[in-house]
């Protein structure tokens, strides 16, 4: 099974080829993952991003897996959206703790038409102080999309969850193609994508498998694909869901890497019940991206200076943003590092 025809990302992918890349032995498929990472990342660095909950709780969306929607009691203490000030504030701390990307998450179904101009203000001073900036704020309309690629957004965040199949089963508010549509329509305003899913919801391989296929069949890869490990919240109809064996989470890491090879892979929630080992792991499996500080919406995240020391420990370095420099001059110098480097660091699979 050839992930790429050619040198080129495909977008053609059959669930079967998918399953196929699912099950190969362990080590074939994590060897080939960290080839095909190694061919387009420096294998040695992760993006770090940093989450906010710039609006919090009391969404009328029924996700079976979120501690905040308004219809089951998860005991969490909603907000108003936060004033400028304390998310300018926010991201400086970010910032100062070596992240490169401020991601403000808002607990709508979409946002109206009269949010968007505080929102574009926080993006607007977010950007001010260097960072890249990210939003996810629900649905998007073509309209609203604009809006927010004028205030310079650089990523808006919308997952598809799941597969299309097993979609009906975590939620009910909103179908499957009007979060395809909001993908369109952030991508036809110009702004980067950052699309994936939550796993460990209860859903087998075939919709783990459905999910990456939706995703690298989509007409340009998301350029960020957060795979996040379902956190378990009290009062969430998923609360005592079975745990997903960690290999099939790596498997799903890997298989992501291996589909979409130009993409930030994010090891996104659920890092507080992995140990040090699986981390690792997911970042031999391609993953190069993670959420980083102590909070992610309303849930915990590991401490920084706890991801700072597996870092080092892994000899991994945060990637540096250069706000200075376009992506094109980046992936450039990318190669260029990669190319001075080619013969020391490739190595073959045997047979
Ligand atoms: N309300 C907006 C929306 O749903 O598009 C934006 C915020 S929402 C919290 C962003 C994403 O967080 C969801 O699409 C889901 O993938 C992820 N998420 C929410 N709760 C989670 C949980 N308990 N475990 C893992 N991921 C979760
Ligand atoms: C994504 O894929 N994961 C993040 C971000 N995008 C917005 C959110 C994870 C939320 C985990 C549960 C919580 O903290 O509320
Ligand atoms: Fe609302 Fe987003 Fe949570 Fe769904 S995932 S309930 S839309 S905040």
Known sequence: MSAQKGSLPRHDWTREQVLALFNQPFNDLLFDAQVMHRKHF??????????????????????????????????????????????????????????????????????????????????????????ETCMTLGMLSEDQSAKLADAGLDYYNHNLDTS??????????????????????????GMKVCAGGIVGMGEEQQDRAGLLMELANLP?????????????????????EADLDPFEFIRTIAVARLMMPKSYVRLSAGREDMNEHMQAMAFMAGANSIFYCDKLLTTPNPKANSDMQLLGRLGIVPEEYQADK?????EDDLHRALNEHKNDHLFYRAG
């Open 326 to 330: 376009d992506s094109q001059q980046q």
């Open 164 to 189: 299309k199949e097993f979609y009906g089963e975590v939620i009910t508010t909103r179908t499957y193609q009007d979060r395809l549509n909001t993908l369109a329509n952030v991508r036809n305003s």
């Open 220 to 240: 340009v890869h998301p350029e960020s694909v957060p795979i996040n490990m379902l956190v378990k919240v009290a009062g969430t109809p998923m609360a005592n």
């Open 42 to 131: 420096n294998p040695n660095q992760v993006q770090l991003s940093t989450l906010l909950s710039i609006k919090t709780g009391a969404c009328p969306e029924d996700c079976k897996y979120c501690p905040q929607s308004a219809r089951y009691d998860t005991g969490l203490e909603k907000e108003k959206l936060l004033q400028i000030d304390q998310v300018i504030e926010a991201a400086k701390i970010a910032k100062a703790s070596g992240s490169s990307r401020f991601c403000m998450g808002a607990a709508w179904r979409s946002p109206h038409d009269r949010d968007i101009p505080a929102v574009a203000q926080m993006i607007r001073e977010v950007k001010s102080l260097g960072m």
